[in-house]
């Protein structure tokens, strides 16, 4: 059964949360762009994006993998119960996650000096130094930032996306603002890495305190006075329900981030090679998590709600009808993304970072890493959607296998591109595998009957696929046409001609996610009037 109210509710969310995820993207593209402007690819990059990786792999697989797709439901459930009920569950949740967090963080701080070097593999004593160091200085990030995931899950499963998805903004705005004027303050690289580190750190703070005012406006804080009586949080339901949640899901996100990890060790098995391949990497993967982070992660993270209602609820028809315009959205917005970002790689690299210490040279690998990385684009949104779906159902041991699955591949193809485009190898494995993760996840869903495409959808993708092969045909005509303008030229001109084109033949074509749009958007503007 249909649920136009669902579906409008949903939309609305995906709005927001895309507009709010955007300018948080377009902010962390603006601190990227300073970063770069300080310290390009060279030794100061490479050692903050390797110490960095480390407590952002953590708060991938806790805050944004295991709590964010675990607590949501179970929180629901609780708020059913009474708002009581959910204040206790959400007290029980926020101590037992400050605790182990706080334990694992001071371990590996105190013990990073003596793995971290066998992870790094350079002979540079320089480059790990100052490695162990950041990423000491930095660790306490997960804490703060996992704890916010908990209030920021609050608000969600209150239909609240505006507010807590601008925590992020609020962070880049945070280093942008007092990193930049302490850029110009200091000329010495050193310090201003440090300084850079510790901005970062002070942000998660920010954020949290951010979220918890959001939270308590909203009458919805946890219990706090639960950590006067440690037996009742131990023994709460909370912690059961959450465990047999949570372990399939940090499995799963302890799999995927492990593979990051595999990418930094290969990464500097060819730094002799490609030096500056860590900071390269990290860029690219800045510049095509803007469109997913837009338009991926919030179709996904709008539609775990209504999925989880509709799946409670019994109504397989408007499951399959979420998902089907869920997938079709995503398709619609992120083709063009991955056919942009493909052609103009080099193009958009150049205006967007080459300045200060980001010379040609940066620009020429970090390109080459874009290029392969936005292979994948549409592919990642579609994953973090199909597991949304499975911790919808209750099913969080499916995206576990699957993401395991992946892991194995995305080693075994960055291996193989390894040795011919080195850092490029490892974007492309990271593309390819992600690829065939979504494969699984339709074979699954047809095999076990969970999501069955009807004719009707693959027509809407032939569709799809169909008016991105005729937008990639005139990219490239364009690029040919434009050979001799300078980066920024080619920029100015082929992407308002791509943005419109791509509406002219949706509407040619008459393509149903365009009309939703713009229907959407002629509604709000009427409404203004």
């Known amino acids: 059964m249909e649920n136009p109210d669902g579906d409008r509710q949903k939309a609305k969310n995906s709005i927001i949360f895309s507009l709010m995820t955007g300018i948080s993207r377009l902010l962390g593209l603006g601190r990227d762009i300073l970063k770069a402007y300080a310290f390009g690819t060279g030794i100061y990059a490479v050692a903050f994006d390797i110490a960095f990786r480390l407590p952002n792999m953590l708060r991938n697989l806790v805050a944004e993998g295991a709590l964010s797709h675990s607590f949501i439901p179970v929180y629901d459930r609780y708020r059913k119960l009474g708002d009581g009920e959910a204040r206790t569950a959400a007290g029980v949740v926020f101590f037992l996650t400050l605790g182990f967090l706080s334990l694992l963080s001071f371990f590996i701080m105190v013990t990073m000096d003596l793995w971290l070097p066998f992870l790094i593999s350079n002979p540079s004593t320089e480059l790990t130094g100052i490695t162990v160091s950041l990423g000491q200085l930095l660790f306490p990030y997960l804490v703060f930032?996992?704890?916010?995931?908990?209030?920021?899950?609050?608000?969600?499963?209150?239909?609240?996306?505006?507010?807590?998805?601008?925590g992020s903004a609020l962070m880049n705005i945070v280093i942008l603002v007092f990193f930049?004027?302490?850029?110009?303050?200091?000329?010495?690289?050193?310090?201003?890495?440090?300084?850079?580190?510790?901005?970062?750190?002070?942000?998660?703070v920010v954020n949290l305190a951010f979220q918890i005012y959001l939270v308590k406006k909203s009458h919805a804080l946890p219990d706090f006075g639960m950590v006067l009586h440690p037996g009742k949080i131990w023994d709460h339901p909370v912690r059961g329900e959450m465990w047999l949640m949570v372990l399939p899901a940090i499995f799963g996100a302890a799999v995927q981030e492990i593979s990051q990890l595999i990418d930094i060790f290969l990464a500097m098995a060819v730094h002799d090679k490609v030096p500056?391949?860590?900071s390269a990497l990290s860029y690219s993967h800045r510049l095509i998590q803007l469109p997913i982070g837009i338009f991926g992660v919030a179709v996904a993270t709008a539609s775990l709600t209504q999925l989880s209602s509709l799946f409670n609820r019994g109504e397989k028809e408007g499951f399959h009808s979420a998902m089907v315009s869920s997938i079709n959205m995503i398709l619609y917005l992120l083709l063009p993304a991955t056919i942009g970002m493909f052609f103009l790689s080099d193009e958009i690299v150049e205006v967007v970072f080459q300045r200060g210490s980001f010379n040609v040279s940066s620009t020429a690998i970090t390109g080459i890493a874009v290029r392969y990385y936005a292979v994948g684009i549409?592919?990642?949104?579609?994953?973090?959607?199909?597991?949304?779906?499975?911790?919808?159902?209750?099913?969080?041991?499916?995206?576990?296998?699957?993401?395991?699955?992946?892991?194995?591949?995305?080693?075994?193809?960055?291996?193989?591109?390894?040795?011919h485009l080195y850092h490029g190898g490892l974007a492309l494995g990271s593309s390819l595998s992600a690829i065939l993760g979504v494969g699984v996840y339709f074979f699954l869903g047809v095999f076990y009957g969970s999501f069955v495409p009807r004719r009707k959808d693959l027509k809407v993708w032939i569709k799809i696929f169909s008016v991105n092969g005729v937008l990639g045909i005139s990219i490239v005509f364009m690029l040919y046409l434009l050979h001799s303008y300078s980066a920024f030229q080619k920029i100015l001109i082929i992407i308002p001609a791509s943005i419109t084109a791509y509406i002219a033949i949706s509407m040619v074509f008459r393509m149903e996610e365009f009309m939703a749009l713009?229907?959407?958007?002629?509604?709000?503007l009427t409404r203004k009037k």
Do not use: C, E, H, W
């Not at 916010?148 to 239909?159: D, E, T």
């Open 145 to 166: 930032i996992s704890l916010s995931s908990i209030f920021m899950g609050i608000l969600y499963s209150q239909n609240k996306f505006a507010g807590p998805s601008f």
């Open 180 to 204: 930049g004027l302490y850029m110009f303050l200091s000329p010495d690289k050193k310090n201003q890495i440090f300084v850079f580190s510790i901005i970062t750190l002070l942000s998660s």
């Open 276 to 278: 500056g391949g860590v």
């Open 378 to 419: 549409a592919a990642y949104s579609l994953q973090k959607l199909f597991m949304s779906a499975y911790f919808a159902m209750r099913r969080p041991s499916v995206p576990a296998r699957i993401t395991f699955f992946v892991l194995v591949a995305n080693v075994g193809l960055s291996l193989l591109f390894l040795p």
């Open 518 to 524: 713009y229907a959407m958007i002629r509604k709000k």
